[in-house]
């Protein structure tokens, strides 16, 4: 009990201390001053830092629970996305728009683009900007593990892991192993637990330390 109260006073004293630099970047909505907070945030070492993410993201994001972490040098590209409870996500990660869900784990150095399609040639094979471009929301199902390095450009379903290095541009089951670029499904889920992992695991209270 005085564990969860310590860390809701934690919480709230970031979320008060980040609470201007949110109301500057229109809590998400000015996209280059957004970009510019992110940055900062990624650069602040430590537990501090880690804190000083999640109450950024809290108050800019679409969606975001205080119970995640956010390493060092991780930001989002995008304020179009829905951080789930207990996600870890690792340092050095670039992230566009996406959801994740619930304890899915992310390794560092991860990427997760907004789709496949975000620049486009015209007839004289010049390439255009991400202007022109279209985006997509990709969706990380919960209980998932991203592997290092890794670079997400297409669905992942619940329970799923994508090994390290892998490139995804297809869609991927629950439940099962993908590996390899592009990745391709190594190990499918046994019939009665596809898509619905194991629940028996305690859940975590919070992904940040105490």
């Known amino acids: ?22 109301a500057l970047t229109g809590f998400g909505r000015l996209r280059t001053l957004f970009t510019m907070v992110a940055h900062a945030c990624a650069l602040v070492p430590g ?22 972490r956010i ?6 590209v995008e304020r179009e996305v829905s951080l789930g409870r207990g996600v870890y996500i690792g340092a050095y990660c670039i992230i566009g728009r996406c959801s994740i869900g619930d304890r899915t784990q992310i390794a560092s150095q ?28 990709i969706g990380i199902g919960p209980d998932c593990w991203i592997g290092a390095s890794a670079i997400v450009m297409a669905p992942v379903g619940a329970g799923t892991t994508i090994g390290a290095g892998a490139v995804v541009v297809n869609d991927i089951p629950g ?36």
């Open 1 to 22: 009990m005085l564990k969860r109260t310590m860390k809701a006073v934690v919480h709230g004293f970031f979320l008060a201390l980040l609470l201007p630099a949110a």
């Open 175 to 210: 439940g099962v192993t993908a590996v390899g670029n592009p990745a391709r499904v190594i190990r499918e889920a046994s019939p009665d637990s596809q898509g619905h992992p194991d629940r028996t695991a305690p859940e975590r209270d919070s992904a940040l330390p105490a």
């Open 110 to 137: 991860v990427q997760i683009l907004s789709g496949r399609r975000q620049h486009k040639r015209d007839s004289a094979g010049r390439i255009s900007g991400s202007d022109s471009g279209t985006f997509e929301e």
């Open 71 to 76: 390493s060092f040098g991780s930001f989002f």
């Open 47 to 68: 537990l501090p830092g880690d804190y000083v993410r999640i109450a950024f993201y809290r108050l800019t994001l679409r969606e975001c629970s205080l119970y995640s």
